[in-house]
């Protein structure tokens, strides 16, 4: 692979491959339950892992708008969101007859208020909610793990 450095930075120069990242965002949907804070996870199409909803960026929505979206296309959840991002983190997505690409997606809270019976991806996906340390034991990316470990509301 190609590697150039950009120009004009400090001493901490960022290493950039000539092939850029694709950049998403995610949502993390929680609740306040009974024994405190849970997140809703949601198995992703291909391999069946936990994730958080999560996808592209969209033309004339900001990045949480979008966040808030896939939360509703994927998970079937609604609510407050935040609108600065919570921390991001880096996963390798494995596509369909093309070479894996990484991906650095930025994820919002949404406090859920509206939980839908119905919605566009239930035949897809199964969703559940658990505690933050149950989250973060599911998810695969170290990145993740640790943002739903140090949420807090």
């Known amino acids: 692979m190609f590697v150039r450095r950009v120009s004009n930075l400090m001493a901490s120069d960022v290493i950039r491959t000539e092939r850029a990242e694709r950049r998403q965002v995610a949502a ?19 391999t069946r892992r936990w994730v958080t909803p999560k996808g592209g960026r969209m033309p004339g929505l900001t990045d949480a708008e979008a966040a808030a979206v896939e939360a509703l296309e994927e998970a079937g959840v609604e609510g407050t969101l935040g609108h600065e991002p919570l921390g991001t ?10 070479a894996p690409r990484w991906c650095v997606v930025s994820v919002y ?30 998810v695969s990316e170290v990145d993740l793990a640790d943002i739903i470990r140090k949420f807090r509301k």
């Open 28 to 46: 993390l949907p929680w609740r306040r339950g009974a024994d405190g804070i849970e997140i809703l996870l949601v198995t992703s199409r291909e």
């Open 89 to 98: 983190f880096r996963y390798l997505k494995m596509l369909k007859r093309r």
């Open 109 to 138: 809270a949404l406090e859920v208020t509206t939980v839908h019976d119905t919605w566009q991806e239930q035949g897809q996906r199964e969703r559940v909610w658990m505690s933050t340390e149950q989250a973060a034991a599911c």
